[in-house]
């Protein structure tokens, strides 16, 4: 057996969009089930998001801290954000993220992991690209708005957030899935040099 996700759709009877917000939205779709029944299924419509684990030579990552209303908390993150200039490729949406919320940019890229946030509620796919060679940009800064003008920077070992992630400590997705990936990226054969280039294919966003 080939263990790899693969296309499919099964039949939907009804659809509506009972909310649409500036970006996302709630759909409610009835589908046909395998023995010919009908249900239910609201979902998020989501436009996708890229995140980046930025490394520098003392394997350190750059992450952020910044508050989440739906959770009331506060959470280190990695620099990310959502797809949603029409058109942009996810490396120059990473490279742009990387830049507004913690004003770096990078020689080296490659993607590190792809998944679906909550692919039961969700159709939001995340890329999350390793960055290196890393160099703070000089002049103008990008301005922050709402929850990003309390932003926290931080450089952490990524040893020190693998270990935090195990233990319960940090939750955000983006960053749990990519310092694990990290983790495991090196010890494959060839190590971070053999991940996939920074234009894969990715089928859940294809540009």
Request: hydrophobic fraction near 40%.
């Amino acid at each position: 057996m080939d263990i790899a996700d693969s296309p499919a759709e099964w039949p939907v009877t009804e659809s509506s969009t009972p909310y649409q917000g500036r970006m996302t939205g709630l759909r409610t779709e009835v589908v046909t089930m395998p023995d010919g029944s009908p249900a239910r299924r609201d979902y998020l419509v989501h436009p996708g998001a890229v995140g980046v684990i930025a490394l520098d030579p003392d394997d350190r990552v750059l992450v952020l801290r910044q508050y989440r209303h739906p959770v009331r908390q506060k959470l280190w993150e990695v620099p990310a954000g959502l797809l949603d200039v029409a058109g942009e490729p996810p490396l120059l949406a990473a490279q742009r993220e990387l830049y507004e919320e913690a004003h770096h940019k990078a020689d080296d890229w490659h993607v590190l992991v792809d998944l679906y946030n909550s692919p039961g509620s969700s159709s939001e796919a995340i890329r999350v690209f390793l960055a290196r060679g890393l160099s703070e940009v000089e002049g103008e800064r990008y301005q922050a708005h709402g929850e990003e003008l309390d932003l926290e920077l931080a450089w952490a070992p990524a040893d020190e957030l693998i270990g935090r992630v195990l233990a319960g400590d940090l939750h955000n997705p983006t960053l749990c899935a990519g310092v694990l990936a990290l983790h495991a990226a090196r010890n494959r054969p060839g190590g971070l040099d053999a991940l996939r280039p920074a234009d894969a294919p990715w089928p859940a966003r294809p540009f």
